[in-house]
């Protein structure tokens, strides 16, 4: 099999690596290889970070599945590669030849470490970062919790490398770090793109010859012409829809704005098109800009709850059931149809 490998991105030699694959294309394999490799040559040591309590429970467990000697741990897939040592994940510690040499904690835990108890950690691994649809939240204000991890963990130093990794799933592109970072997934035949003054690689991989070869597996064959393919083979972000996606004209003026999850976002009638857009334009002099959360109130702000029944909602409600109301991208869309669904 054709599986992913580092070497692209440590090429870049950027701190932050956000890593986005298809499903089982070994990028979980790649960085665990890396952390070892880092190890044996300068004895540095890694932090390997989960969301919840119970995702980390599921690294140091030993299933037995046929009996005791059948047994399933974190370095499994690794261990063949190196038949020399003795590599082991247990009580949230990774050890090779009994030396410890990584530390494993949840989101919320990391962000509290002292920078004194990690000076030796050059390398932060958060693993299974996007949330797929259902399953599990973001934490709230996981942006500022992720800066908090780096912060204490790197403090003012600048020889560490962080892994962010995670398959291609619906709603990525909103996902706490996306939003917080202003992050957007590289398209077309480039699968790089670097943000924040080179500080930030998001890496969008893909191979089509992994894609043959899974495309023969067990799995490759019953997913076909299904959308799991999409998902899982094809690697595709299922639900782009682009439907009322489109940008307003010229032609089109401003009526009211209003604030959602700390965003700003302007409502525009176009009467020569007899369309209404939401765009992320508005007009910051307008008395019309309404609070949608009690988060979002401030000075000058109009609390949703106290207009319901403003002719301002009532024509966008209406509109939107007739389907006369477009967004000027899919985050627009996404977060303004949350808060027009509040009035249907």
């Known amino acids: 099999m054709h599986y992913y490998t580092l070497d692209k991105v440590i090429s870049y030699n950027v701190p932050v690596n956000i890593i986005i694959t298809e499903r089982g294309y070994g990028k979980s394999f790649s960085v665990k290889d890396y952390v070892v490799k880092k190890f044996k040559k300068d004895h540095s040591q890694f932090v ?33 590669n190196y038949p020399e040592d003795k590599l082991e994940a247990k009580n949230k510690k990774f050890y090779i030849n009994d030396e410890c040499f990584g530390f494993a904690k949840r989101m919320t835990e990391a962000q509290d470490l002292k920078s004194s108890t990690f000076n030796n950690v050059k390398t932060i691994i958060i693993d299974e970062y996007p949330i797929e649809k259902g399953r599990r939240y973001y934490l709230p204000n996981e ?3 992720l800066m908090n991890i780096f912060d204490s963990i790197i403090r ?45 690689l998001l890496q969008y991989a893909t191979s089509s010859e992994f894609r043959k070869e899974r495309e023969q597996t067990l799995i490759g064959k019953l997913a076909k012409d ?8 094809q690697n595709k972000i299922l639900n782009k829809n682009t439907t009322f996606i489109e940008k307003k004209k010229g032609s089109a003026q401003f009526s009211f704005a209003f604030i959602y999850h700390n965003e700003f976002y302007g409502v525009w009638y176009d ?11 508005y007009d910051k002099s307008s008395p019309y800009i309404y609070a949608i959360t009690l988060d979002d109130h401030r000075p000058n702000t109009l609390l949703i709850s106290s207009a319901r029944n403003y002719s301002h909602w009532r024509s966008i409600k209406e509109n939107f059931k007739i389907g006369n109301v477009f967004f000027e991208n899919q985050k627009i869309k996404k977060y303004a149809t949350e808060v027009i669904k509040l009035f249907l």
């Open 156 to 200: 003012n130093r600048s020889d560490v490398r962080i892994f962010i990794l995670g398959n291609a799933v619906e709603g990525l592109e909103y996902s706490p770090l996306f939003l917080f970072f202003n992050l957007q997934l590289p398209y077309g035949k480039k699968d790089i793109k670097l943000f924040k003054d080179n500080t930030i």
């Open 226 to 233: 299904t959308p799991y393919e999409q998902y899982a083979i």
């Open 143 to 145: 942006g500022m919790i």
């Open 271 to 281: 009467f020569k098109e007899g369309k209404i857009y939401i765009s992320s334009d």
């Open 48 to 80: 390997y970070i989960r969301r919840y309590e119970n995702e980390l429970k599921s690294v140091f467990e030993h299933t037995s599945v046929l009996s005791e000697k059948n047994t399933k741990d974190f370095f499994d897939d690794l261990k063949p």
